[in-house]
C-alpha cells in the first residue's frame, strides 16, 4: 500500500462509543478523507463534560469558539498518495529510449524471455544457453522472432549456395512458413540467429533427432540432439568459421543437455564443404542414409570422445 506523508494532516481518533461517518471525495491529485459531525476527543466524553450538553448538543459558546478555531482549509485532512522509489525508477528506466542498434544489426543483447516457447524444455531451455567464447569471438545462439528476423533469413535463403540444399529460396513467404511450422510447434526443433560479437550471421536448427522424422532412418537413441546450419553471408564462408561454431555449439548442447550422449548431423553427401566442417568440428561420419528429399552423410559428435576429437 503507498505510504502516507508524513506531513500531511491525519483524522483525528473517534473516542470509542461515538460514531463518526466518513466521506470519501476522490479529487484529481489527491486522496481525501473527511469525517464530517465527528467529536472532538478533548472536549468531553460521551457521558457528559465541560462544554457539552449531556444529549449530545453543543452549547451556543462551544459552536462559537469552535468556529473561531477552525479554518477551511483544515477541514481536508489530505493523505498525498506517494509511489514506491523503485517503481518511479522501473517507470523512468521503461520511458527512457533505447539508443539505436548499429547500422545493420538487430538488437540481440536484449531480454530473451519473450524468445521461450511453450515446450521449450524438450531442449533444455535453448533460450537460456548462455553466449560462448569461440577462437573467432563470442557467440550466441538467439531463439528467432519471425517480426525480427524474417527479412534477414529469407535474404540468405536465397543466395544460390544456400538455395541448393536449403530449398527455401523465393519470396520471404517461403521461409516464413518454414521458420512458423517450427515455431507453432512443440519445441523439438528450435530455429536460432547466430550472432557472433553481436552480429547476426548464421541461421541454426537446433532440434530432437530422437524425435524427427530422421530417427526412422538410423539407429537413434534417447534425446540425441540435431544440428542444422547455414553461414548466412557470403564473405563469412570460406573461412573456416562453419567449424569452428559447429564445435562450440555442440560442446554447448552436450554441456546443457546431460541426457543427451551425441549430436547429430546429416548434411547432404554433395554438400562437401558442409561435411568437410563438420569433420573438422570433431563429428565422425557414421554411415550414407536416404532421407525422403536427399542422399545424406550421417555425422556424429559423441559425448565420450568429444575431448579427443
Known amino acids: 500500500m503507498p505510504s502516507a506523508d508524513p506531513s500531511a494532516p491525519m483524522t483525528s481518533p473517534v473516542s470509542a462509543g461515538t460514531a463518526c461517518p466518513v466521506e470519501a471525495e ?108 569461440t577462437p573467432v569471438g563470442l557467440f550466441h545462439l538467439v531463439p528467432v522472432r519471425v517480426e525480427r528476423d524474417l527479412p534477414l533469413i529469407s535474404r540468405w535463403m536465397n543466395d544460390p549456395a544456400a538455395a541448393e540444399f536449403w530449398e527455401l529460396s523465393g519470396p520471404p513467404s517461403v521461409t516464413e512458413d518454414h521458420v512458423r511450422a517450427q515455431l507453432a510447434g512443440d519445441g523439438r526443433s528450435v530455429p536460432c540467429i547466430g550472432v557472433l560479437d553481436g552480429k547476426p550471421m548464421s541461421y541454426w536448427e537446433i532440434y530432437r533427432a530422437d524425435l524427427d522424422p530422421l530417427a526412422r532412418h538410423y539407429a537413434a537413441r534417447p534425446h540425441d540432439t540435431g544440428l542444422h546450419l547455414l553461414v548466412g553471408a557470403v564473405a563469412d564462408r570460406g573461412r573456416g568459421l562453419g567449424g569452428m561454431l559447429l564445435r562450440a555449439v555442440a560442446d554447448l548442447v552436450l554441456a546443457r543437455r546431460p541426457f543427451c550422449a551425441r549430436v547429430i548431423a546429416e548434411p547432404d553427401i554433395r554438400n562437401t564443404p558442409s561435411v568437410a566442417a563438420f569433420l573438422t568440428a570433431g563429428f565422425r561420419f557414421s554411415a550414407e542414409i536416404d532421407l525422403p528429399s536427399k542422399r545424406a552423410a550421417l555425422m556424429v559428435r559423441d559425448r565420450s570422445v568429444r575431448h579427443l576429437l
Not at 481525501?32 to 444529549?55: H, K, L, N, Q, S
Not at 482549509?73 to 533505447?98: K, N, Q, S, W
Request: aromatic letters at 2%.
Open 26 to 133: 476522490a479529487e484529481a491529485d489527491a486522496a481525501t478523507v473527511r469525517g464530517p459531525g465527528c467529536t472532538d476527543p478533548g472536549a468531553g466524553t460521551a457521558g457528559g463534560g465541560p462544554g457539552e450538553d449531556t444529549d449530545g448538543g453543543d452549547s451556543p459558546e462551544d459552536r462559537e469558539d469552535r468556529e473561531d478555531r477552525e479554518d477551511p482549509e483544515d477541514l481536508d485532512d489530505t493523505m498525498d498518495l506517494r509511489l514506491p522509489d523503485e517503481l518511479l525508477a522501473l517507470i523512468a528506466e521503461e520511458e527512457t529510449p533505447a539508443p539505436p542498434s548499429p547500422a545493420g544489426r538487430s538488437d540481440y543483447t536484449t531480454s530473451l524471455l519473450d524468445s521461450r516457447m511453450p515446450y521449450d524444455d524438450l531442449l533444455d531451455g535453448v533460450a537460456d544457453w548462455a553466449p560462448v567464447g
